[in-house]
């Protein structure tokens, strides 16, 4: 990964594990409130049944009048009976202070429960039920959160890395894309800079200005001008210009001669054959829709072949004898940065640009095309102003 790519990867990690772990927090927070709540809720009935229980025994011993034993009590647990004044009747002593008060509290350790059932019975006032039960269940459900966040948070950082590296496959694949844009438009870009200057300085240098010369100085500055709209569009699309009913068969007409000195150096012929036909649409994005289609297939074509163009029932038609395209890559063709083939220069834009004003225009565009024996693309215009 880029340096850039590396700090969008890791700020996007660090965005999602912080967030998260927030979000962990509150959970296992709520959770283990409600735990504690609930918990706290089955100790509190667990010790009132006890001292319920206890207090039946000494109304019972009290009526029958026979001798009184706790018994049954359960492990961890402590049971001591008072008198009004506060005297250990029966039971082992507290290690606490009892807040004789209160019915149900925690002190300390501890879990303390103050019931007044027995009325009395046997000169029993108070039955304490003491236990540190629910100390060692909230330790125990302490370490189970704890260990409930852990395995979550090693899911959520193991999500986390998968996210990550899922949020940055298109970024990659984009910058990627750029990279290779850039390299292509640099060469593209060298020659006709390249040709500019071997024609000035062969003009400096004979100081007669030829027709050769000026011819590759006009088709390097022209095909320069190509990439620079080319590229002006890619970045702003030109919103701002109005559209004109425009009659595409002059827009055909001025693109054959902007590529006339181009066709004659490759030594190649391009025939039109059309009818007027109206449109409305920018003029620069009609210009731009023709040169694409037209300067590809002058890219394509090979030396002394024909490019055939017609313009008939709203439908215009280019037709090149090039190299053709591969069924398989048909489909991609019109994807920005995608390139059929290495046959010529480029940075696949052009036909990426003829989809987008189609597409804003409601022009039906199509293709067909068979390798080693040329492309055709077919435009039908579908909204049309009557002549």
């Avoid at 507290?94 to 019915?103: A, E, G, S, W």
């Avoid at 500019?196 to 390097?220: G, P």
């Avoid at 620079?228 to 109005?242: C, D, M, P, V």
Wanted: with cysteine.
């Amino acid at each position: 990964m880029t340096r850039l790519e590396k700090r969008s990867f890791y700020a996007f990690l660090g965005i999602y594990l912080i967030s998260s772990v927030l979000f962990l927090t509150l959970a296992m927070f709520w959770f283990y409130m409600a735990q504690r709540s609930s918990e706290e809720s089955m100790l509190y009935y667990k010790m009132r049944h006890l001292a319920d229980t206890v207090n039946s025994d000494v109304i019972t011993a009290h009526m029958q009048e026979r001798p009184f034993h706790l018994s049954n009590i359960p492990p961890h647990y402590h049971v001591a009976l008072f008198s009004a004044d506060k005297k250990l009747l029966y039971g082992t002593p507290l290690h606490l202070h009892v807040d004789f008060n209160r019915t149900f509290y925690f002190d300390s350790n501890n879990s303390v429960l103050v019931s007044t059932g027995a009325n009395e019975h046997l000169g029993v006032h108070y039955v304490i039920v003491q236990t540190q039960e629910f100390k060692e269940i909230l330790h125990q459900l302490q370490r189970d959160i704890l260990w409930m966040s852990l395995i979550i948070f090693s899911v959520i950082v193991l999500l986390a890395i998968i996210l990550s590296k899922i949020f940055m496959r298109p970024i990659h694949k984009k910058m990627q894309e750029i990279e290779t844009f850039v390299k292509n438009t640099a060469h593209e870009l060298n020659t006709p800079i390249s040709a500019l200057m071997m024609s000035t300085s062969r003009a400096q240098q004979k100081k007669v200005y030829d027709e050769k010369i000026i011819r590759n100085i006009s088709i390097s500055t022209k095909q320069l001008h190509d990439m620079y709209r080319s590229l002006t569009y890619l970045s702003f699309e030109q919103h701002g210009e109005a559209d004109e009913s425009i009659d595409f068969f002059d827009i055909v007409t001025q693109s054959i001669a902007h590529f006339n000195e181009l066709l004659e150096s490759k030594h190649i012929t391009a025939t039109f054959d059309g009818e007027a036909c109206l449109v409305l649409i920018a003029p620069s994005k009609a210009t731009m829709l023709i040169n694409n289609l037209l300067g590809n297939a002058i890219k394509y074509s090979p030396p002394h072949t024909t490019i055939v163009m017609t313009l008939h029932h709203n439908c215009f038609r280019i037709t090149d004898s090039g190299i053709g395209i591969s069924p398989e890559k048909l489909t991609s063709i019109f994807l920005r940065f995608r390139r059929a083939n290495a046959y010529a220069g480029g940075f696949g834009v052009g036909l990426s640009i003829v989809k987008s004003i189609c597409e804003h225009y409601n022009i039906h565009v199509n293709v067909t095309s068979k390798e080693d024996a040329g492309t055709t693309f077919t435009l039908t215009f579908l909204q049309v102003h009557p002549t």
